[in-house]
C-alpha cells in the first residue's frame, strides 16, 4: 500500500528487507539489525517526508559528517572485543560518545558500511579463520563468532564468500 498516498520504493524495499529477514532468521533477528533498521526508517521518514527544503539541506549537510578518529578507533576496538556476542547499536554509539541515530549516520560515511554490515563482515573473517585452522564443527564456529544459529550463518557465509562453509572448509 502507498504510504499516506505516496509512493516510496525506499520504504517498500525497507519493508521487504524486514520481511525477508523474518523468514529467513525467525524470531533470531540480530537486535544491531533492527535497531539500526529503526534509525534509517526514521531518518528517511524525516528526511523524505517530514521536513521543508531547509531543513532537508542541514540534514543532508549532518549526513556528510564523520566519526573522529580517536572515537572510530575505540568503536572499532569494541567490535574487535565482543563481535562473539550480541552487540546493540546503543553499545557503539556510547563508545563513539554520539546519540544512535548520528552514529549510525557517521559510522557509514567513515567506513563505508553499516555497524551491522561491518559485525557480520568481522564475525565472517573470523569464521573463515577457524574454518582454516582447525576442525570445529561448524555449528560450534557459528556460536563462537556470534551467529545467532547455523543457518544464518551458513546463509550470510555463502552470500559474502560464495561458498557454504562446509565447501569453504575443504577448498
Given at each position: 500500500?502507498?504510504?499516506?498516498?505516496?509512493?516510496?520504493?525506499?520504504?517498500?524495499?525497507?519493508?521487504n528487507?524486514?520481511?525477508?529477514?523474518?523468514?529467513?532468521?525467525?524470531?533470531?533477528?540480530?537486535s544491531?539489525?533492527?535497531?539500526?533498521?529503526?534509525?534509517?526508517?526514521?531518518?528517511?521518514?524525516?528526511?523524505?517526508?517530514?521536513?521543508?527544503?531547509?531543513?532537508?539541506?542541514?540534514?543532508?549537510?549532518?549526513?556528510?559528517?564523520s566519526?573522529?578518529?580517536?572515537?572510530?578507533?575505540?568503536?572499532?576496538?569494541?567490535?574487535?572485543?565482543?563481535?562473539?556476542?550480541e552487540?546493540?547499536?546503543?553499545?557503539?554509539?556510547?563508545e563513539a560518545?554520539?546519540?544512535?541515530?548520528?552514529?549510525a549516520?557517521?559510522?557509514?560515511?567513515?567506513?563505508?558500511?553499516?555497524?551491522y554490515?561491518?559485525?557480520?563482515?568481522?564475525?565472517l573473517?573470523?569464521?573463515?579463520?577457524?574454518?582454516?585452522?582447525?576442525?570445529?564443527?561448524?555449528?560450534?564456529?557459528?556460536?563462537?563468532?556470534g551467529?545467532?544459529?547455523?543457518?544464518?550463518?551458513s546463509?550470510?557465509?555463502?552470500?559474502w564468500?560464495?561458498k557454504?562453509?562446509?565447501?569453504?572448509?575443504?577448498?
Open positions: 500500500e502507498p504510504f499516506f498516498s505516496v509512493r516510496d520504493a525506499w520504504l517498500e524495499s525497507y519493508f528487507m524486514l520481511l525477508a529477514e523474518c523468514d529467513l532468521y525467525g524470531k533470531q533477528i540480530d544491531l539489525l533492527l535497531s539500526q533498521s529503526q534509525t534509517a526508517l526514521a531518518s528517511h521518514l524525516y528526511k523524505f517526508h517530514a521536513c521543508e527544503e531547509g531543513a532537508r539541506q542541514v540534514f543532508e549537510r549532518e549526513e556528510r559528517q566519526i573522529a578518529p580517536a572515537r572510530l578507533r575505540a568503536v572499532l576496538d569494541f567490535i574487535e572485543a565482543n563481535y562473539a556476542r552487540i546493540g547499536l546503543k553499545e557503539l554509539a556510547s560518545c554520539l546519540s544512535e541515530f548520528h552514529f549516520r557517521c559510522f557509514k560515511n567513515a567506513l563505508g558500511t553499516s555497524p554490515r561491518f559485525v557480520v563482515q568481522r564475525r573473517l573470523a569464521a573463515c579463520a577457524l574454518l582454516t585452522n582447525s576442525q570445529l564443527p561448524i555449528q560450534v564456529i557459528a556460536q563462537t563468532v551467529f545467532p544459529s547455523t543457518r544464518h550463518f546463509t550470510s557465509f555463502k552470500s564468500a560464495g557454504t562453509p562446509k565447501d569453504y572448509r575443504h577448498h
